[in-house]
């Protein structure tokens, strides 16, 4: 059954950004409607292995984190917000203690 707004998605996506969720949502309901058989449980099965195939494309699960980014904004093994959020902490820190 396709999904009519992002809300619908399964408790596995939640942790998604909300592009990502959208991306979901969207490749789940086209690979739904192009894959057309009488078995619904195979059906929604292969749409959602489509989905998150769309999802991993674009996006990489963190391992430290356990958060998804766009893939490319790592660096190293941080995603790019928080080697920046980082930076400015330890600029913050620095100043508190001279």
Do not use: C
Not at 48 to 55: C, D, G, N, Y
Not at 62 to 82: C, F, N, Q, S, Y
Request: charged share 35%.
């Amino acid at each position: 059954m396709p999904y009519e707004n992002i809300s619908e998605l399964p408790k596995s996506v939640r942790n998604l950004p909300s592009r990502a969720k959208a991306l979901y949502m969207k490749a789940f309901n086209s690979f739904w409607e192009e894959y057309d058989v009488a078995d619904d449980a195979e059906r929604e099965k292969a749409s959602h292995e489509a989905a998150w195939s769309a999802v991993k494309e674009q996006y990489e699960k963190d391992d430290e984190t356990g958060e998804w980014v766009k893939t490319g904004e790592m660096i190293g093994k941080r995603p790019r917000h928080a080697m920046r959020h980082r930076k400015s902490g330890a600029a913050s820190q620095d100043k508190a203690h001279a």
